[in-house]
């Protein structure tokens, strides 16, 4: 992302990064809903050798890795990716942001960038629900959705051994 900013010579390096981005995406899902799977499974094994420390820090990383990779997708996705909305191409948009609603404080060229996907991504973890872009399309919804269940399950595996370490 930084190479593209800073060079003159876009299209190779938005080729690249295209490639990195989908690679990082499916190694990246992978290895998020694996290390879940198996937070849960030692969790329900041996519950008595995770400790809380463990649980916290595996927790922490399933949200915070959830949250880049569908930040990520969802810069991948909307608008066609970064290829068509460096290059101005009118595609039709997945999320509608605040500032395309009130065009009278921001720029005439305001386009979204990669910290609005973050917070977008942010916001869907956190609260399980959009709150600052609106989802237009059916696969924005789908995202969405499966970025909350995620985080909901990672939240409901740490309550659950929290209540079960308090009980002991």
Not at 68 to 85: H, K, N, Q, T, V
């Amino acid at each position: 992302m930084v190479a593209i900013q800073l060079t003159a010579a876009k299209a190779p390096w938005l080729r690249a990064e295209r490639i990195v981005i989908s690679f990082f995406l499916a190694i990246g899902g992978i290895g998020l809903v694996s290390s879940l799977v198996y937070l849960i499974y030692e969790m329900l094994r041996r519950s008595f050798e995770v400790t809380g420390i463990q649980l916290l820090a595996s927790s922490v990383a399933a949200w915070a890795l959830n949250v880049l990779l569908f930040s990520l997708a969802y810069w991948r996705l909307d608008r066609g990716g970064p290829e068509a909305r460096a290059n101005h191409a009118n595609t039709r948009p997945d999320w509608l942001f605040p500032q395309q609603s009130a065009p009278e404080y921001v720029p005439p060229d305001w386009r979204p960038t990669f910290v609005d996907y973050l917070f977008l991504a942010f916001d869907t973890a956190t609260a399980f629900s959009p709150t600052d872009a609106l989802p237009l399309t059916s696969r924005a919804k789908a995202l969405m959705m499966l970025q909350s269940t995620i985080s909901l399950v990672t939240v409901i595996a740490v309550a659950a051994r929290a209540i079960n370490i308090l009980g002991s």
